[in-house]
Structures are given as structure tokens and as C-alpha cells.
């Protein structure tokens, strides 16, 4: 079982950063794959970013292209995701988690969200 625990969520005025990070507790995590998913309210989990396991290779949905950047410390079993020129359309919980893909089902673990709130 591999836990996650999300943080750096905040509020922001339009324009301003944030900086994510998520911790995993396996030691093999410099194996997988990891993701950054969103979810507004009403809204269905969002695809946000992913990072291969060794960090050299990243993709991101078009939404947040050239804003977002992921990246990732295996020493430290940690992923982050900078986020930069926040939009109001970006508040929601951001949640990290195990696996490589686009869908959410492409991922097994999840951490607990970290709510990120943009301001006009």
C-alpha cells in the first residue's frame, strides 16, 4: 500500500503560483510513473499532468500547458507541481497519484487532495 500525502495548496490571486508537492511513503518510488489529477466542484477528476519514473519525460493536458511544470526528487520520494499564471478555471482539489497515463483509472493510489482556491 502506497500513501501519498499531498501539500502547498492555498489561495492565490489570478496570476500567482503555488508550488504542490506529494510525499509517497514507498521506497520504490523512483518506479513509478506519478500524476497530478483536479477536480472542481461538479465537476468529474481533470487530468492535470504525468512524469515517467526517472523525470524525463513529462506531458500535460493542453489546459495548463506552458503554465504547469511537473517535476520530481527520487531521493527525496517526491513529485511537485509548479503552477504559475493562475487562472481562476484552476480552482479546484489537486490530487497526486501512482501511474502513467491520462485517465484516472490508469492510476492505483491516490493521496487525500489539496485544495487549491484562485481569486479574482
Known amino acids: 500500500q502506497v500513501q501519498l500525502v499531498e501539500s502547498g495548496g492555498g489561495l492565490v490571486q489570478a496570476g500567482g503560483s503555488l508550488r504542490l508537492s506529494c510525499t509517497a511513503s514507498?521506497?520504490?518510488?523512483?518506479?513509478?510513473?506519478m500524476g497530478w489529477f483536479r477536480q472542481a466542484p461538479g465537476k468529474e477528476r481533470e487530468y492535470v499532468a504525468r512524469?515517467?519514473?526517472?523525470?524525463?519525460?513529462?506531458y500535460y493536458a493542453d489546459s495548463v500547458k506552458g503554465r504547469f511544470t511537473i517535476s520530481r526528487d527520487n531521493a527525496k520520494n517526491t513529485v511537485f507541481l509548479q503552477m504559475n499564471r493562475l487562472k481562476l478555471d484552476d480552482t479546484a482539489i489537486y490530487y497526486c497519484?501512482?501511474?502513467?497515463?491520462?485517465?484516472?483509472?490508469?492510476?492505483?493510489?491516490w493521496g487525500q487532495g489539496t485544495q487549491v482556491t484562485v481569486s479574482s
Open positions: 512524469i515517467s519514473s526517472s523525470g524525463s519525460i513529462t
Open positions: 514507498e521506497r520504490t518510488f523512483s518506479r513509478f510513473g
Open positions: 497519484a501512482v501511474g502513467y497515463g491520462s485517465r484516472a483509472s490508469d492510476y492505483s493510489y
